[in-house]
């Protein structure tokens, strides 16, 4: 059974690019939250989605953006790239109502040079 | 902000028990304790949770006071995979709110 799957693994943009960042939830799974994490920080909620709208948010500014589609696969956009938003992304997965907790995937390594 | 403190680091002995302690003070009624680790540069892994009783499964055990305003991760055996970023975290689970993580306790196992 695969759990979360994240696309790519490593990233490289320039400031200013916009970049999208996917990830397949663990099967049997409904709600994705994405997570930022900085270097040497712990991970930082950015936003969650639940049939296919968003329905929690983090302090993050409207550049972050999400989707999710009907297969709840999800993706964060992220425009106008900053050097500051260069970190770890981390998708994470669960079944709506369970209270055994996520799955995360291994996170997408982004650079912004 | 995360509802939960712990130490920056601990060290631990290989083959030795380690006790993370963890205090949530704040807690409410129906939140549960959620313990995850990371690994370097690894996604987050979920290890436990509980509510009110004493929980333990494979990978470790959960100790929750009477009052609920503090608990203890104990791994009976650390090994040297078991280094790693610790996280305790309050959270109502079910539909409600998200996973809030603190910095964690940075544990090291050394032989």
């Known amino acids: 059974d695969a759990g979360v799957t994240q696309s790519p693994t490593h990233l490289i943009k320039t400031r200013g690019q916009q970049v999208t960042l996917r990830c397949s939830p663990k099967?049997?799974?409904?709600?994705v939250s994405w997570y930022q994490q900085a270097l040497g920080q712990g991970p930082q909620f950015i936003f969650q989605?639940?049939?296919?709208?968003?329905?929690q948010r983090g302090n993050f500014p409207d550049r972050f953006s999400g989707h999710q589609f009907p297969n709840y696969s999800s993706e964060l956009n992220v425009n106008a790239l900053w050097l500051g938003d260069s970190a770890l992304y981390l998708c994470?997965?669960?079944?709506?109502?369970?209270?055994?907790?996520?799955?995360f995937g291994s996170g997408t390594r982004l650079t912004v040079v | 902000d995360a509802k939960t403190t712990q130490p920056p680091s601990m060290d631990c002995a290989e083959g030795r028990a380690a006790n993370l302690p963890c205090n949530h003070s704040?807690?409410?009624?129906?939140?549960?304790v959620y313990w995850y680790r990371q690994i370097h540069s690894q996604g987050p892994q979920y290890i436990i949770h509980?509510?009110?009783n004493n929980e333990t499964n494979e990978m470790a055990s959960l100790i929750i006071t009477e009052d609920r305003k503090s608990s203890t991760l104990i791994l009976p055996h650390a090994t040297l995979r078991d280094t790693a970023v610790y996280y305790c975290?309050?959270?109502?689970?079910?539909?409600?709110?998200?996973?809030?993580f603190g910095k964690g306790t940075k544990l090291s196992v050394k032989p």
């Open positions: 099967s049997g799974h409904d709600t």
């Open positions: 975290i309050v959270w109502y689970g079910g539909s409600q709110g998200n996973l809030i």
């Open positions: 509980g509510l009110k």
């Open positions: 989605y639940y049939e296919e709208e968003e329905r």
């Open positions: 704040t807690i409410s009624g129906n939140e549960y």
């Open positions: 994470a997965s669960r079944r709506t109502g369970a209270n055994y907790g996520y799955t």
